[in-house]
């Protein structure tokens, strides 16, 4: 295997890891930067006597990252509460017309809050809010808004390319 195949395998492999542990991560993170955040205020409150200013914001900051990575996770593993009991018992063509129906007012609302998300990150640049603590605009941690829906938008289509890629079987992610 000559080298630049080699190193194409390894972007692939690369690619195939952060495509199935993406959210995870980044989940992961946010939730290790609240827990140390929340330890560290209560250590130097209770042992030092005194208070760490930023470790409060940036634990705000990080709960927000967390919340939408864990929802974009939702999405790609279809862990999204869906009452499948209730649909399951319907016929198969009614089955994939309320799967369909729900997805489609999902991929809207996707859509609309990108396009809002977008509009509000547009006036956060315009006007800068400064956090008070750790002195970052607000920018930065709110693109998580942009960021999340866009994740889930692709998750969604995903699901679907999928679908269609195995022969339609089932009902689609499910």
């Known amino acids: 295997m000559c080298y630049v195949q080699k190193k194409m395998t390894n972007i692939k492999k690369v690619l195939n890891f952060l495509e199935s542990k993406f959210e995870e991560i980044f989940a992961c993170v946010a939730l290790v930067i609240i827990s140390l955040c929340v330890i560290s205020q209560v250590i130097s409150r209770y042992v030092f006597n005194f208070g760490i200013t930023w470790t409060e914001e940036l634990a705000g900051f990080a709960m927000p990252w967390a919340i939408y990575m864990g929802a974009a996770l939702g999405v790609r593993e279809r862990f999204h509460i869906r009452i499948l009991v209730g649909v399951r ?17 999902w991929l809207a609302f996707n859509i609309f809050m990108i396009k809002y998300g977008i509009d509000y990150l547009e006036l956060l640049w315009e006007r800068p809010t400064i956090s008070p603590s750790m002195s970052i605009s607000r920018f930065w941690p709110e693109t998580i808004i942009v960021i999340a829906y866009a994740l889930m938008l692709f998750r969604l289509v995903q699901i679907y390319v999928k679908w269609f890629r195995d022969g339609r079987k089932g009902l689609p992610g499910c």
């Open 89 to 105: 018992s319907l016929p198969m063509f009614a089955q994939y017309i309320i799967i369909f129906l729900g997805d489609l007012i």
